[in-house]
């Protein structure tokens, strides 16, 4: 059974950061994309930066030159790095991983983890 826990959310005052880290664990033989989407309240999820196997990265024009993410292939880990916190990025940030492959399955899944919560307030 694949599982992913985030951790690293919590209160922050505007212009501080915060590091997320995603563990993903499993009987897992690849993985495509991993990344890290949010979900601000009355609003819908939106994606905040992702990377491929290969090591490409996509940010969201929001998070640009903020936020910097980073993955561990072999640790099937996921980190998100955010600098420069701003009201705005409160939200719940939610662990994503696109084109997982588990050892028993024959096609691959996108999975989600529960979330954490991230506050940028004074």
């Known amino acids: 059974q694949v599982q992913l826990v985030e951790s690293g959310g919590g209160l922050v005052q505007p212009g501080g950061s915060l590091r997320l880290s995603c563990v993903v664990s499993?009987?897992?033989?690849?993985?495509?994309?991993m990344g890290w989407y949010r979900q601000a309240p009355g609003k819908q999820r939106e994606l905040v930066a992702t990377?491929?196997?290969?090591?490409?990265?996509n940010y969201a024009d929001s998070v640009k030159g903020r936020f910097t993410i980073s993955r561990d292939n072999a640790k099937k880990t996921v980190d998100l790095q955010m600098n420069s916190l701003k009201p705005e990025d409160t939200a719940v940030y939610y662990c994503?991983?696109?084109?997982?492959?588990?050892?028993?399955?024959?096609?691959?899944?996108?999975?989600w983890g529960k979330g954490t919560l991230v506050t940028v307030s004074s």
């Open positions: 499993g009987s897992i033989f690849s993985i495509n994309s």
């Open positions: 994503n991983v696109g084109g997982l492959l588990t050892y028993s399955s024959r096609y691959r899944n996108d999975y």
């Open positions: 990377t491929t196997s290969g090591g490409g990265t």
